[in-house]
């Protein structure tokens, strides 16, 4: 057994989710994964006991890496006062990182690992859901601050707040099909302008009924 | 050589795309499809020269249906006479059959074909890059048409129109680390307001700066 440390499961690690998020997880073999790290079987048994623990592992790092950048986004726009403009500056955030996030990676890990039903049923997505409630909660606060101090009903606070996984993780599945990484950006900005026309709307008592829309003026 | 008929194709194509679906296409064997799909061998490899072979006819069919699908929006909403009112009613279309659509599936099958890097090289995606343009051109004329009603500035139209593809791309992924297929309704229904709040905005000579949004009132 090699005397293995922090270092060799990083490398491993980095190599494996590398794979995983170009060829998917079933399509991804351990010894692929030691070649691209240049370790030993033996390393990596040391460190995980079966490839599905392997997957929970880079899950489990990933996780606290998406939190990470929440936490980020939540501290650059700490200091925007108006709770409306920092929904804006939140999302402006991410769109101002997007080339940096695109260049690293060709998709999200979560939708490699959210495609294997055995890594659904195992608890590993369990640990996606926990950073989807996590950028939920924080979001949604955000989001009812904004609406607050605008007297405006953004209706379902927690689905929009969810609006932006699920921005993230489609545009993802966009540059993937379309081998254009720009998109992540582009849908970024999209997302950024429709809520800023949604905290622009009318306050709460003066708007319109949901579907009817606007008179033109 | 057993007799093989469009019944017996349809029916392996099935039983691929229930398994690919719920446990990814690396983790899917023939066998599997054989078993599920109560078939031979023999008649599998009449109709399909490969696994690979397999996954292109199953994409195939799935853009077929999904371009069919977005046909069904356009023809539905087709008799809506202000074209602003019809991109809501567009929208509404697909959130009135959310349920019918996760009841039939746990995610998109476009997840499952993009995970894997063998199907995105070889040309699998591009049949998938071709059902996001069919869906993006008409989206787009959908978006123009209401901009130009309403003398809005959308921005850019195209990825507006990317957004739909998206917001179902994404929601799917958060139905399936939910295990809450009721967030496909939910996202979809938070597109239809984000969109009618985008098309009840101010039109272009009044509109405030984009990024400064509307003084409390």
Same mark, same amino acid.
């Given at each position: 057994?090699?005397?293995?440390?922090?270092?060799?499961?990083?490398?491993?690690?980095?190599?494996?989710?590398?794979?995983?998020?170009?060829?998917?997880?079933?399509?991804?073999?351990?010894?692929?994964?030691?070649?691209?790290?240049?370790?030993?079987?033996?390393?990596?048994?040391?460190?995980?006991?079966?490839?599905?623990?392997?997957?929970?592992?880079?899950?489990?790092?990933?996780?606290?890496? +998406?939190?990470?950048?929440?936490?980020? =986004?939540?501290?650059?726009?700490?200091?925007?006062?108006?709770?409306? +403009?920092?929904?804006?500056?939140?999302?402006? @955030?991410?769109? +101002?990182?997007?080339?940096?996030?695109?260049?690293?990676?060709?998709?999200?890990?979560?939708?490699?690992?959210?495609?294997?039903?055995?890594?659904?049923?195992?608890?590993?997505?369990?640990?996606?859901?926990?950073?989807?409630?996590?950028?939920?909660?924080?979001?949604?606060?955000?989001?009812?601050?904004?609406?607050?101090?605008?007297?405006? +009903?953004?209706?379902?606070?927690?689905?929009?707040?969810? @609006?932006?996984?699920?921005?993230?993780?489609?545009?993802?599945?966009?540059?993937?099909?379309?081998?254009?990484?720009? @998109?992540?950006?582009?849908? %970024?900005?999209? %997302?950024?302008?429709?809520?800023?026309? =949604?905290?622009?709307?009318?306050?709460?008592?003066?708007?319109?009924?949901?579907?009817?829309?606007?008179?033109?003026?």
């Amino acid at each position: 057994m090699p005397k293995d440390g922090t270092i060799n499961r990083e490398r491993i690690l980095d190599a494996a989710q590398h794979l995983v998020i170009e060829n998917g997880f079933a399509a991804t073999s351990v010894d692929q994964v030691l070649r691209a790290a240049g370790t030993s079987k033996g390393a990596f048994f040391h460190h995980f006991g079966s490839k599905v623990d392997l997957a929970r592992a880079l899950t489990e790092r990933y996780v606290t890496a +998406d939190i990470g950048q929440l936490q980020a =986004a939540l501290d650059a726009t700490a200091r925007v006062s108006d709770p409306a +403009d920092r929904v804006v500056a939140f999302v402006r @955030h991410f769109e +101002d990182s997007a080339e940096e996030v695109m260049s690293a990676q060709s998709n999200c890990l979560y939708v490699a690992v959210l495609t294997e039903q055995q890594l659904v049923s195992n608890g590993t997505a369990d640990l996606i859901r926990h950073a989807i409630e996590v950028w939920r909660t924080a979001i949604a606060e955000l989001l009812s601050a904004a609406a607050t101090s605008r007297d405006l +009903d953004l209706g379902d606070v927690e689905a929009l707040a969810d @609006h932006v996984f699920v921005t993230f993780e489609g545009a993802f599945l966009l540059c993937r099909s379309t081998g254009s990484p720009e @998109h992540m950006r582009a849908q %970024l900005r999209v %997302l950024r302008r429709l809520l800023t026309a =949604a905290l622009s709307a009318e306050p709460v008592g003066r708007e319109a009924s949901e579907s009817a829309g606007r008179e033109v003026g």
